[in-house]
T-cell receptor
Framework: AQTVTQSQPEMSVQEAETVTLSCTYD???????LFWYKQPPSRQMILVIR??????QNATENRFSVNFQKAAKSFSLKISDSQLGDTAMYFC???????????FGAGTTVTVRA | SAVISQKPSRDICQRGTSLTIQCQVD?????MFWYRQQPGQSLTLIAT?????????ESGFVIDKFPISRPNLTFSTLTVSNMSPEDSSIYLC????????????FGPGTRLTVL
C-alpha cells in the first residue's frame, strides 16, 4: 500500500482567512490520482478536489485549490475565504492508476472560528 | 455523482452477534468498496465487492469475519460477524462510477457500536 502522510493533526483558522493543509506521499508509480476528502461531523465523506498526476496544472474547485509538486511528492490543499461550514476533518488520499484502491492519510481537523 | 445510501445508519449490537450493512446506489456502478474507520482514525479498505464473484479482501481482513455480497451493479452488503468491541467503527461503502472511472464517492456510513 502507498503511504500518505498528513503531518498536521489540527489547524484553526479565522473565518474569511486562508488555511493550507499539507500532504506528502510515497510511491514508485508515475501515473496516479490524488484527492482531498472532507468529513464533517455528520461523517459523510465528501470529495473536495481531485488531481491527476500527469497534469501539471494544479486543480481548483471554487475556494479550494491544490499545490501539486510531483517531484517532491507533495499535495497541499489551500482553503481560501474560509467559512464556518468548512469545519471538518480533511483527508488526503492516493489512488494508483490501475488498482482503484484509495490509501488515506491520518487526517487534519480544521476548525473555522467565527 | 451517484446517490448512495446505507442501512442502518447506526446500530448498537451485543458481542458475538452479526450485523449486515446494506449499500444501495441509484445507478449502475462498475466497482464498489467497503472501508472501516475506527474511532479517531483514518479509513482502511476492507475489500472490493465484485459483482457475480467473490470479494477481494485486503491484508488483515478475511471473508469469514467480513462476508460481502454483490448480487447486482447497484447493491452490496457487508456483514460483520461474531462481533467484539474492537469492531466498533464507522463502516462506509464507496463506488467508482463508470462515468468517472478514477474517482470514488462515499455513502453516509454506518456507525456500529459493539457492547
Amino acid at each position: 500500500a502507498q503511504t500518505v502522510t498528513q503531518s498536521q493533526p489540527e489547524m484553526s483558522v479565522q473565518e474569511a482567512e486562508t488555511v493550507t493543509l499539507s500532504c506528502t506521499y510515497d510511491t514508485s508509480e508515475s501515473n496516479y490520482y490524488l484527492f482531498w476528502y472532507k468529513q464533517p461531523p455528520s461523517r459523510q465523506m465528501i470529495l473536495v478536489i481531485r488531481q491527476e498526476a500527469y497534469k501539471q496544472q494544479n486543480a481548483t474547485e471554487n475556494r479550494f485549490s491544490v499545490n501539486f509538486q510531483k517531484a517532491a511528492k507533495s499535495f497541499s490543499l489551500k482553503i481560501s475565504d474560509s467559512q464556518l461550514g468548512d469545519t471538518a476533518m480533511y483527508f488526503c488520499a492516493f489512488m494508483g492508476r490501475n488498482d482503484y484502491k484509495l490509501s488515506f492519510g491520518a487526517g487534519t481537523t480544521v476548525t473555522v472560528r467565527a | 455523482s451517484a446517490v448512495i445510501s446505507q442501512k442502518p445508519s447506526r446500530d448498537i449490537c451485543q458481542r458475538g452477534t452479526s450485523l449486515t450493512i446494506q449499500c444501495q446506489v441509484d445507478s449502475q456502478v462498475t466497482m464498489m468498496f467497503w472501508y472501516r474507520q475506527q474511532p479517531g482514525q483514518s479509513l482502511t479498505l476492507i475489500a472490493t465487492a465484485n459483482q457475480g464473484s467473490e470479494a477481494t479482501y485486503e491484508s488483515g481482513f478475511v471473508i469469514d469475519k467480513f462476508p460481502i455480497s454483490r448480487p447486482n451493479l447497484t447493491f452490496s452488503t457487508l456483514t460483520v460477524s461474531n462481533m467484539s468491541p474492537e469492531d466498533s467503527s464507522i463502516y462506509l461503502c464507496s463506488v467508482e462510477t463508470s462515468g468517472r472511472a478514477d474517482t470514488q464517492y462515499f455513502g453516509p456510513g454506518t456507525r456500529l457500536t459493539v457492547l
